[in-house]
């Protein structure tokens, strides 16, 4: 394997296990853990929800935890991984929310997400994620 693809699955791995620790985050219901790789000034879209900010991502998702997520979880499907500038990845995922006591989420709630990272010191952090319908 070459350099490059070895420094790439490395980058692909550490991108992954950021999404995956966002996760855990969530179904712990933890809104500061859920925030802790985003960038102060990241962006999230949803439908008909604009959050600027990593503050404002935070507070959305402790209102969703205190309230209708509580006890939620995530199924995550990453369908890409790449990498189209030096620092920079974008990941296409599939995925849905589990509702408390939930083992499958129902067709009409799965989205499409794409999620944008930035290498910043070494670390990757999430500077833009935006979902709409599957």
Known sequence: MTDTAVRETTDRDAVLTV????YIAWAANDADAFVADYEPDA???????F??????????MAAGFAGP???SSVLDEPQQVRFPAPDTAVVVSRAAILMAGETEAPADRWVLATWT?????NRWLITAYHNCAA
């Not at 962006?43 to 929800?49: E, H, K, N």
């Open 51 to 60: 959050r600027s900010g990593r503050a404002a991502v935070r507070d959305g």
């Open 69 to 71: 997520l509580r006890g």
């Open 19 to 22: 999404l995956k620790d966002l």
């Open 43 to 49: 962006t999230s879209i949803l439908p008909g929800v």
């Open 117 to 121: 990272l930035v290498r910043r010191e």
